[in-house]
């Protein structure tokens, strides 16, 4: 009796101390509410404003795809005179009215010339400054001259390329004066972005196989460029990127040829190329000429997307197998 008694005397404070912390609950949770549903406003906001800049970002892109594609499919998918498959097939003639096969063969042999001399070059050349040299004055030397480079407008180095390459070294404009101007713009992008590749390999990897008794060059080679791999070819693709679509340098080194070059250095080996070639379209007054220059401007654009994507496969597919 005493226990019940002591219960129903203490039913009352404690109903009451439950309806206290009830109400401090409510409270407590209104005040959190209010800050908490302002912090989600501006969290949404933020989400919302970087939306609009991704937008902002991407919508060129869309744009040119939309406006290019608009006139060059008509091209691309009509049935007269260089349109639909003759586009590919077929040189354009003393009236420019056929295909653009010789801008296509001629963006392929200067990226391959480009690419040759270039890559290479690149890539042994950031090996050497990450793997084998010393942080000091001549690394920072290089490092800097490439940064200057990557930013150096493809004008001057058209004005380079013709200094250098066509007059001073003799080889006239054509086929290798366009494709080493081209080689020369690659190498500050591939050996950056491959020197950043290098760095993101952890040291760990490099002592544990030197710890095995592996020597330098091996370490490098099997350990440093494998891990490194897929960085490698991001830059290799943003740099051939950039030569295929270039057209500024090209028009002082490459020439132009409605034909395929048929020697390496003279007068045959002037060759074109497709950005030269819409170039050359979209300042002709001639109105098949405009709508030639979308169609050629689409074929570069399918191209170069062809190109990152065969990269990107064979990337992972050669990343899986080394990793």
Do not use: C
Not at 229 to 234: H, L
Not at 272 to 278: C, E, K, V
């Amino acid at each position: 009796m005493s226990e019940m008694q002591t219960e129903n005397n203490h039913s009352p404070d404690t109903r009451k101390t439950l309806i206290g912390w009830v109400h401090m609950i409510r409270n407590g949770t209104r005040r959190i509410h209010r800050p908490k549903s302002w912090r989600h406003a501006k969290d949404k906001l933020f989400t919302i404003l970087l939306a609009l800049v991704l937008l902002t970002v991407v919508a060129p892109f869309f744009m040119l795809l939309y406006h290019v594609g608009l006139v060059g499919l008509s091209d691309l998918l009509g049935s007269g005179t260089g349109q639909g498959l003759e586009l590919f097939t077929t040189f354009p003639g003393g009236d420019l009215k056929g295909g653009v096969l010789n801008a296509i063969v001629g963006s392929m042999l200067l990226a391959v010339i480009a690419g040759s001399v270039g890559i290479p070059l690149s890539v042994f050349g950031a090996v050497y400054i990450t793997e084998y040299s010393r942080p000091g004055l001549v690394r920072s030397g290089v490092e800097f001259a490439a940064d200057v480079l990557a930013g150096i407008p493809s004008i001057v180095f058209g004005a380079f390329g013709f200094t250098f390459l066509v007059v001073y070294a003799g080889l006239g404009v054509g086929l290798i004066s366009g494709g080493l101007t081209l080689a020369f713009m690659m190498i500050p992008t591939i050996l950056r972005t491959t020197q950043e590749a290098l760095r993101q390999v952890p040291m760990s990897l490099r002592e544990a196989s030197l710890a095995l008794g592996a020597t330098r060059w091996s370490t490098t080679w099997r350990v440093s460029i494998k891990a490194a791999f897929p960085g490698v070819i991001t830059g290799v693709l943003l740099a051939l990127g950039r030569t295929i679509g270039e057209t500024a340098p090209l028009i002082f080194t490459a020439g132009n040829n409605l034909g395929i070059p048929n020697q390496i250095v003279g007068p045959g080996s002037w060759v074109a190329s497709l950005p030269y070639t819409i170039w050359a379209y979209i300042t002709d007054p001639r109105p098949y000429l405009q709508v030639r220059a979308h169609s050629t401007a689409l074929t570069l654009l399918l191209i170069v997307l062809t190109v990152d994507m065969v990269a990107n496969i064979v990337s992972r597919k050669v990343t899986r197998r080394l990793v």
